[in-house]
């Protein structure tokens, strides 16, 4: 049996229903079949997938009548149930366990796991890490970087300035003093002048946190740079600021001695922050795909200190403070964070 070799992002959804409709809940399965129907009548690519998913699944379940070895390794992959409740499943329901695992597998996991360690953009970077790694660079200035997690830069120096292009994901950024050639870091949603001092940023998909550590540094956004304003927002040593679709945010305290230690320990310290700002932090450590729905999670606010090193004890950490949070994995990488079902 070969792959499927249908587009990426399809195959990451069909791989999401095949979850669903293997729930345990009777209630789940009826509206995820419904669901299921219902994203394959949205265009015939994704009933072309759903079609090559089914008769794979049937190849599967041949397979497996045989003796399919999988079954066992699914056995212990499968941690969505405690303990106790894991023993008691029937040998068809670990059979059946092994068949979408073994259908995610197939489906998703070779391509997701290049692109997740080395997005395309990040690819043709000058430097970059990958998911748990925390690398630190010194620049041709004397200024040193660390990028944590998946992350990229660009650096470009030349007598007039020093630049620092965010790619994606965070970086700490120890800046040597240079008063001929102002240093900045700069992102799609944001720019940042300082000439010699400590910070962090962090860019992704909801845009851009600055966290100043150390002296201050000078705000600008797109329009302002590219228009040579000199309009600005500076931020001081202990305060913090995102930037988003919708503007500069407010200004807000925060602890450097905090994102400090969190920095040497490989730690997230939070406090008060949304969840989905926090999962964010943790799918750039995580040794595979995090799905969550942004905008059911968004009321929930996070406080705490979760170990970077350790992401599925970091959610375990997070799921035993929010027993409305429900957690459901394959693999132990695979992992989907939603909302338990109203009783």
Do not use: C
Not at 16 to 33: G, K, N, T
Not at 72 to 88: E, I, N
Not at 90 to 98: D, F, K, L, Q, T
Not at 103 to 109: G, H, N, P, S, T
């Amino acid at each position: 049996m070969r792959p499927l070799d249908v587009a990426d992002d399809i195959a990451e959804q069909a791989a999401s229903w095949i979850v669903l409709l293997d729930s345990e809940d009777e209630a789940e399965r009826i509206q995820a079949r419904q669901g299921f129907a219902a994203w394959k009548a949205q265009s015939p690519q994704h009933a072309e997938a759903a079609t090559r998913l089914q008769a794979f699944i049937g190849q599967v379940q041949q397979v497996r009548g045989t003796g399919f070895e999988g079954a066992r390794a699914a056995h212990a992959a499968l941690d969505t149930a405690p303990p106790g409740a894991r023993q008691g499943r029937s040998h068809r329901a670990v059979a059946r366990a092994a068949t979408v695992l073994a259908a995610v597998l197939v489906l998703a996991v070779p391509s997701w796991h290049a692109m997740h360690s080395h997005p395309p953009a990040n690819l043709l970077a000058d430097l970059r890490s990958s998911s748990g790694e925390w690398n630190t660079h010194a620049l041709a200035d004397g200024s040193k970087v660390t990028l944590s997690g998946v992350s990229a830069i660009n650096w470009h120096m030349d007598d007039g300035q020093r630049v620092v292009e965010l790619v994606r994901g965070s970086i700490l950024v120890d800046v040597a003093k240079d008063a001929a050639r102002p240093f900045y870091v700069q992102t799609p949603v944001g720019r940042v002048r300082a000439m010699g001092t400590r910070f962090t940023v962090t860019y992704g998909d909801d845009g851009m946190t600055l966290e100043m550590l150390e002296s201050r540094v000078a705000l600008q956004t797109p329009d302002q740079w590219k228009a040579n304003s000199r309009g600005a927002l500076v931020v001081q040593a202990g305060q913090r600021v995102h930037v988003g679709s919708e503007g500069v945010g407010a200004v807000e305290a925060m602890n450097p001695s905090g994102v400090e230690e969190g920095w040497r320990q490989h730690q997230l310290l939070v406090d008060d922050r949304p969840l989905p700002e926090v999962l964010d932090q943790l799918a750039r450590h995580h040794a595979g795909p995090l799905y969550f729905d942004r905008t059911a999670l968004a009321h929930l606010r996070v406080s705490g200190v979760l170990p970077l090193d350790d992401t599925a004890r970091a959610l375990q950490l997070l799921q035993q403070n929010f027993p409305q949070l429900r957690m459901r994995s394959l693999a132990s990488r695979w992992v989907w964070l939603d909302l338990q079902p109203a009783s």
